[in-house]
């Protein structure tokens, strides 16, 4: 059931509407650490085949890694296992925010379309081993027209926004692969 995704820019709704979650909590309550610390000493993400744990492919070390400055735990909300809606700074990617969502699902085609239909269009993007990928270089200074990388491979569809700027592309590039490595046992 594919449209029962929303993408990026349909978060500040679900934020409206109770829809937005609160960290990932682990065993005892505390916040899920998946890796190593990463850049500024933030948490990395790590590996994932827990399909309720898909925000733990990525860190705000990370993103700070790349040079997208300013990302801190996620505030994750989802639709469900397999469904993903990580928001590591402000409400969402399509408020001037940073943001990753994804989806483990058998039709991941009609979700990739979904989200392209969400986001508009995107410029064909090549990354090895992919189904299918897309980028949007966004508009710089408009918090609504983020940069944006889109990914389909195997089952998996993701999508990995942030403000524009002058290498948001290449971090957002740099932060599919690492999803696309740390989600192998997720894929198929």
């Not at 989806?103 to 990354?127: H, K, M, N, R, W």
């Amino acid at each position: 059931m594919r449209h029962r995704f929303a993408a990026l820019l349909l978060i500040p709704v679900l934020a409206a509407c109770g829809g937005a979650g609160t960290p990932t909590k682990g065993p005892g309550g505390a916040t899920t650490a998946p890796t190593t610390a990463g850049a500024g000493g933030q948490p990395t993400g790590g590996p994932v085949t827990d399909l309720t744990k898909l925000c733990d492919l990525l860190g705000p070390g990370d993103f700070a890694a790349v040079g997208i400055a300013g990302a801190g735990a996620a505030t994750v909300s989802s639709d469900g296992p397999g469904s993903a809606y990580c928001v590591y700074a402000g409400k969402s990617a399509g408020t001037g925010g940073i943001e990753f969502d994804a989806f483990v699902d058998d039709d991941a085609a009609g979700t990739y379309q979904t989200i392209l239909d969400e986001i508009g269009p995107v410029s064909p993007l090549t990354i090895p081993g992919v189904d299918e990928a897309g980028v949007s270089t966004g508009t710089v200074g408009q918090a609504d027209k983020p940069a944006s990388v889109i990914v389909r491979i195997g089952k998996l569809t993701f999508t990995i926004a942030a403000p524009a700027g002058a290498d948001a592309v290449g971090a957002l590039t740099k932060l599919a692969a690492l999803v696309i490595t740390r989600a192998a046992g997720i894929t198929a």
